[in-house]
Structure formats: structure tokens, C-alpha cells
């Protein structure tokens, strides 16, 4: 009967660390923010070469400054440029091509929200808050690439620590 007893106790020790394991790995897998690794996007582009001769990220992506969504830039915004910069580049070429078949690139998005959240770019934009603060230095990088697991918790963060933020205590501000 001894033998038994501890036998069970045993088994109960490791079925208690089993699950103390399995909480700790659901937990960090929804309260660690996480990176996705870059979306493969139908044409290479870099935005650090944007950066670099000074394209500033309003520029392209102008919708930010008076709609809720960024937005990707239209093709004839590309072309715009590209009809006459950097035309012998691969990259460059494909673009024409798409401009010349007068088809959309279908670019793949880098973030994604919940269809039931809403979240504004335009108000962002309006208080300065500057487009790496949620992105990251993607003027620095070769393929743009989501940096944080933006989510309730990390949005709720930054709003603390903004000393002008609303404090998002209704929940209609995001929620829709």
C-alpha cells in the first residue's frame, strides 16, 4: 500500500508540473508580444532605399493623414516617380509591368487588425506620433516586417504612457 501511495503522489507531482507548464506556455504565447515573420510580396521593395533619399513614409502612404487605414500607395503614385527614376531596376520593371497591364499589385499586408477593432491612423498622425512607434525603423529595413504583436494589452501600454493619450476607458473608442 506504501508503494501505491507514493506511486500516485508521484504521478499527481507530474501531472501538476505538466499543467503548470502548459499555463505557462499559453500564457506566454498571448502576453509575449511576437513578430510574424515578412509577408512574400509580389515585388521585391525596400524601403530603406525610399528612406535613404529622403522619401518620407506620409508620402506614400498619404492616406494615413485623413482615413483610419495607411493605405498602399496607387500604382500610378509609383509610376508616377518610376516612369523616369531607376527604370533599368528589376524590381522597377516589374512595377512598369503591372502599370503597362494596367493590373493592381497584389501586395500581401505586414499588419493586420481585427475586423472588429478600429483604429485610426489619421488621429495618430494628428498628435505626431511618428509611424515607427507601432512599425519600427522600416526605413532601415530590406522587407518590411511586422516588429510588435500590436493587441489590446499593447495599445492600452502606450496609452499609459502618454501623458496626453486618453486612457481608452470606453470601449467603443476601439471597439466596434
Known amino acids: ?3 501505491l501511495l507514493f506511486s500516485s503522489r ?3 507531482w507530474i501531472l501538476l508540473v505538466f ?3 502548459v499555463v505557462i506556455g499559453i500564457a506566454g ?6 513578430t510574424r515573420a515578412a509577408p512574400e510580396q ?12 529622403g522619401i518620407d513614409c506620409l508620402f506614400c502612404h498619404s492616406e494615413a493623414r485623413r482615413s483610419p487605414v495607411a493605405g498602399i500607395p496607387s500604382l500610378k503614385k509609383c509610376m508616377g516617380c518610376h516612369a523616369v527614376i531607376d527604370t533599368d531596376k528589376p524590381g522597377i520593371k516589374e512595377l512598369a509591368g503591372y502599370w503597362e497591364r494596367q493590373e493592381p499589385i497584389p501586395w ?9 477593432v478600429y483604429f485610426s491612423h489619421e488621429v495618430h498622425i494628428a498628435k505626431a506620433i511618428n509611424c515607427e512607434r507601432c512599425h519600427g525603423e522600416v526605413g532601415k529595413m530590406d522587407v518590411a516586417r511586422p516588429v510588435v504583436r ?3 494589452g499593447w495599445c492600452l501600454k502606450c496609452h499609459e504612457q502618454q501623458p ?13
Do not use: T
Open 150 to 152: 500590436i493587441n489590446m
Open 10 to 12: 508521484r504521478w499527481s
Open 108 to 116: 500581401v499586408r505586414v499588419y493586420r487588425l481585427p475586423r472588429f
Open 19 to 21: 499543467v503548470v507548464l
Open 1 to 3: 500500500m506504501g508503494k
Open 164 to 176: 496626453n493619450a486618453s486612457q481608452l476607458k470606453d470601449c467603443v473608442v476601439c471597439h466596434q
Open 42 to 53: 509580389p515585388i521585391e521593395f525596400d524601403h530603406k532605399s525610399m528612406v535613404q533619399v
Open 29 to 34: 504565447f498571448f502576453v509575449v508580444p511576437r
